[in-house]
């Protein structure tokens, strides 16, 4: 549950960014070199207030029509940055 994860992840020092489309925070902007967790929601409910509370939220900037990206791909996204910012 959210909880057992939330104090897992404090417990063990790891920074999570809960992703978001309302969130301030554009994901090249976030500090994902250091030991992270990204968290994402369903594509129907997005991530449940607990989590958007939690941490600090990213977001994937939208250009033109579509307002978001599915599920996975906008892992992959992140996921993506991720590695790119450890290569660095």
Do not use: H
């Not at 939330?6 to 969130?23: G, H, R, V």
């Not at 250091?34 to 600090?56: C, H, Q, R, Y």
């Not at 939208?62 to 450890?86: H, I, Y």
């Amino acid at each position: 549950d959210s909880d057992s994860v939330l104090k897992w992840l404090n417990e063990k020092n790891i920074t999570f960014y809960p992703a978001a489309l309302t969130a301030k925070t554009n994901y090249t902007d976030a500090d994902l070199k250091k030991p992270t967790a990204i968290v994402m929601g369903t594509e129907a409910d997005g991530l449940s207030e607990k989590w958007l509370k939690s941490g600090e939220q990213i977001k994937i900037p939208m250009l033109g029509k579509a307002d978001s990206l599915n599920v996975s791909t906008s892992c992959a996204v992140l996921v993506f940055e991720a590695v790119r910012q450890r290569k660095k």
